[in-house]
């Protein structure tokens, strides 16, 4: 069973860092693409940041470019979100997920529970 857990968050001000981790299990984690979505209160569910399997190719939407950095550790399991010069807009609920490399939520099957950031102006 994949399991994928995220921790890091929590509640800044604007202008701060935070770095979010995604612990996966139950999966051959080298062999996935890794995404970074998030959900803003009332907002659909957004692609900010995708790595494919070995770290070559990245994509990020507009909105995060210079400011957030996606990361992935396959010897640990591990994706990391480093979020830099965060603003109140980017207040959301953050998932993890696995699947293959693409900004749709459809091309990822398994999906972490998520972590709640919230910045403050």
């Known amino acids: 069973q994949v399991h994928l857990v995220e921790s890091g968050g929590g509640l800044v001000h604007a202008g701060a860092s935070l770095r979010l981790s995604c612990a996966a299990s139950g999966l051959t984690f080298g062999s996935y693409a890794m995404g970074w979505f998030r959900q803003a209160t009332g907002q659909v569910r957004e692609c900010v940041a995708v790595?494919?399997?070995?770290?070559?190719?990245?994509y990020y939407t507009d909105s995060v470019k210079g400011r957030f950095t996606i990361s992935r550790d396959n010897a640990k399991n591990t994706v990391y979100l480093q979020m830099d010069t965060l603003k109140p807009e980017d207040t959301a609920v953050y998932y993890c997920?696995?699947?293959?490399?693409?900004?749709?939520?459809?091309?990822?099957?398994?999906w972490g529970q998520g972590t709640q950031v919230t910045v403050s102006s």
């Open positions: 997920a696995a699947g293959a490399f693409g900004k749709d939520a459809s091309n990822f099957g398994a």
């Open positions: 790595i494919d399997w070995n770290g070559a190719s990245t």
